[in-house]
C-alpha cells in the first residue's frame, strides 16, 4: 500500500469519526450543545480540511472527482427501460 493510499485511508476514518462524534453529542432540538461554540467551529475547519486533503490525493492518485450524494437525492441519469422504447411516429406534413 502506497504512502498516499494509506493517507486517503487515514482522512476518510478521521472525517467518518468526526461525524460520529458530532452525531453522538448533538442534542435533541431546544437544547444547547454541550460542545462550546469554538470546538463546533474548529470541527468545521477539521471537515474543510480533511475534504480538501481527500481532494488532492485523489487528483494526485488520477481518480475522478468522487462527491458525496443524498441517497433520496435524483440521479443524473435516468434509466429508460427497453420497453419504453417505440417505434419513431411520422409526424404528417
Known sequence: MSDGS???QVMMVMR???GNIVKETTPPPGMRHPLSDGTLTDIKMAFSLIAAREKE???AAGLSQ???YFTDEEPAAKVVPISGIGKVKK???
Do not use: A, D, N, Q
Request: net charge neutral; aromatic share 0%; no cysteine.
Open 6 to 8: 494509506k493517507e486517503r
Open 16 to 18: 467518518k469519526l468526526l
Open 57 to 59: 490525493l485523489g487528483e
Open 66 to 68: 468522487e462527491r458525496p
Open 91 to 93: 409526424i404528417p406534413e
